[in-house]
């Protein structure tokens, strides 16, 4: 841990996070000396990215999460449980885009389009949060944050003029605007806990998702989550956030 922050004793699981924003959020946040359990898809590709973060002096380790396996969920818990007892940060970052790009004839977006990417926008990130959620329960201060977007903002669909009112995505959009919804539910519920939920919209960011058109780059997109990951105790719950800012849902 030589060049960071010494250990916190704080754990946190972030998904996606081999590469792009989320690989960015866990070197970012390691760098502050949580224990930053990197998920990937693979083993060998978990392996590899824990590795390349350990080579930074970070406290890093490997889980492998396909988090559309309810298997691949169950394990992550499992271990996380076997391990460190308890889980302090959440960090939903796995997402997929659209095929299409934006496809403004509605009624050409498939069911497949539409499946595919609920299954890992928002069915995955329910079910992987409620597997953790005993563990984020034994935190003294839980946070979750789920990485959404602008464009799942139906205000701003709904406006003309706004950024976004251009840039429809029926099948991205709306698995954006479900786990949002699932934010405010979620932070609901557990408003009487220390435990915070809160969307991130990361910017328009220069990832394979963002592509090299978008004019943000990738340690910028990683500052909402982290800042939303690292929340005190009169933070914000429930709240769709970018860069400090609040978004109209
Ligand atoms: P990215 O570069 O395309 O990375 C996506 C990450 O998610 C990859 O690590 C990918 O793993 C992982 N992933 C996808 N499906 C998975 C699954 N079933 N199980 C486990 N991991 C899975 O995307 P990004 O730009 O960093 O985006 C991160 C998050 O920010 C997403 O939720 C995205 O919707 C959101 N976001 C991004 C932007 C932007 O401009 N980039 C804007 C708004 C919101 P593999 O390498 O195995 O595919």
Redesign the pocket.
């Known amino acids: 841990m030589a060049q960071n922050a010494s250990n916190t004793g704080k754990v946190a699981l972030i998904?996606?996070a081999?590469?792009?924003?989320?690989f960015e959020t866990a070197k970012q946040l390691g760098e502050t000396g949580i224990t930053v359990l990197v998920a990937?898809?693979s083993r060998k590709?978990a392996e590899e990215t824990a590795s390349k973060l350990k080579a930074q002096g970070i406290d890093a380790q490997p889980i492998q999460?396909?988090?559309?396996n309810p298997a691949d969920r169950a394990a992550a818990a499992k271990s996380i449980a076997e391990k460190f007892g308890k889980l302090d940060i959440l960090i939903n970052?796995?997402?997929?885009?659209s095929s299409t790009g934006f496809a403004l004839v509605v009624a050409d977006v498939t069911d497949e389009e539409i499946q595919r990417i609920f299954a890992?926008?928002f069915f995955?990130v329910v079910s992987l949060t409620r597997e953790l959620l005993p563990l984020l329960r034994k935190s003294e201060a839980g946070r979750i944050v789920n990485?959404s977007?602008i464009l799942g903002s139906l205000t701003l669909h709904a406006t003309p003029g706004s950024p976004i009112y251009d840039f429809k995505s029926l099948a991205y959009d709306a698995s954006k605007s479900a786990l949002n919804a699932y934010t405010i539910h979620l932070a609901y519920e557990l408003k009487d806990t220390p435990i915070k939920v809160n969307s991130a919209?990361?910017?328009?960011?220069k990832?394979?998702?963002?592509t090299d058109a978008?004019p943000m780059e990738i340690p910028e997109?990683a500052q909402t989550s982290v800042a939303l990951a690292l929340l005190g105790p009169d933070g914000p719950t429930g709240q769709f956030m970018h860069l400090g800012q609040e978004l109209p849902w």
């Open positions: 998904t996606g081999n590469r792009g924003i989320g990937a898809r590709t999460l396909d988090v559309t970052n796995a997402g997929v885009g890992t926008n995955a990485l977007s919209h990361p910017g328009w960011v990832t394979e998702m963002g978008a997109g």
